[in-house]
C-alpha cells in the first residue's frame, strides 16, 4: 500500500527537448503529492506539489495527477543540462510521506 | 535562515561504536522525521515526532534509537552499528500536516 512506482531510467533527452517523467502509486487515500529534484550526493529539492487533479505548471515545470488511474507525471520543458539529476515522486497522507526510487535524467548538450 | 542541520555530514566508523547524528531545525515546526537512502531502495523513514516527547516508529526502526527533547532538536541515535546501517542519511522537518519536508544536508556514514 505504501509502494511509489517510477522506471528508474536512465532517461536521456538533448538539450531544449520534453522531459516526461512518471510516477504510480497503490495508496488511493494520499492526499499530496510532490516531485523533488536530487542531485548525486545531495538533499531533495523540492520541483512541485500537486494536491488536485488535472495539470499544474511552475516555469518550465508541469505537474500533472490523476488520481482515478493513481499516476502522476511531471514535464520539464526546453530541458537544460543543469536539469540532470535524480527525480523523486513522493506522495503523503497527513504526516507521512513516501518516495519512489527515483528516475534519473540525463540532458544531453 | 530557514535551515534544518545535520552534524556530522561524514562519518566513518567501526562496528558497535555507539554513535549520534545531530538535527536541528531553526522553524519551529513540531514534526521531524529521519531517513535513510540506499540505492535502489529509495528514501526510507526511520523515526518521526509529532512533537517534543512524541516519537513513533517509521519503516525501518530496527537499530537505532532517537529523541525529542526539544522542539529544535531531533537526534538519531545507533547504539550498535552495523555494517548494514551504512546508508546516506537525512533529517527533514514538515511546517504542518500535507506540506512538503524540508530536507538537511545529509549525513553519509559507513560502518566498518
Known amino acids: 500500500q505504501k509502494e511509489v512506482e517510477q522506471n528508474s531510467g536512465p532517461l536521456s533527452v538533448p538539450e531544449g527537448a520534453i522531459a516526461s517523467l512518471n510516477c504510480t502509486y497503490s495508496d488511493r487515500g494520499s492526499q499530496s503529492f510532490f516531485w523533488y529534484r536530487q542531485y548525486s550526493g545531495k538533499s531533495p529539492e523540492l520541483i512541485m506539489f500537486i494536491y488536485s487533479n488535472g495539470d499544474k505548471e511552475d516555469g518550465r515545470f508541469t505537474a500533472q495527477l490523476n488520481k482515478a488511474s493513481q499516476y502522476v507525471s511531471l514535464l520539464i520543458r526546453d530541458s537544460q543540462p543543469s536539469d540532470s539529476a535524480t527525480y523523486l515522486c513522493t506522495r503523503g497522507t497527513g504526516n507521512q510521506f513516501y518516495f519512489g526510487t527515483g528516475t534519473s535524467l540525463t540532458v544531453i548538450p | 535562515e530557514a535551515q534544518v542541520t545535520q552534524n556530522p555530514r561524514y562519518l566513518i566508523t567501526v562496528t558497535g561504536k555507539k554513535l549520534t547524528v545531530t538535527c536541528s531545525q531553526n522553524m519551529n515546526h513540531e514534526y521531524m522525521s529521519w531517513y535513510r537512502q540506499d540505492p535502489g531502495l529509495g528514501l526510507r523513514q526511520i523515526y518521526y515526532s509529532m512533537n517534543v516527547e512524541v516519537t513513533d516508529k517509521g519503516d525501518v526502526p530496527e537499530g537505532y534509537k532517537v529523541s525529542r527533547k526539544e522542539k529544535r532538536n531531533f537526534p538519531l541515535i545507533l547504539e550498535s552499528p552495523s555494517p548494514n546501517q551504512t546508508s546516506l542519511y537525512f533529517c527533514?522537518?514538515?511546517?504542518?500536516?500535507?506540506?512538503?519536508?524540508?530536507f538537511g544536508p545529509g549525513t553519509r556514514l559507513t560502518v566498518l
Open positions: 527533514a522537518s514538515i511546517p504542518r500536516e500535507g506540506v512538503s519536508p524540508y
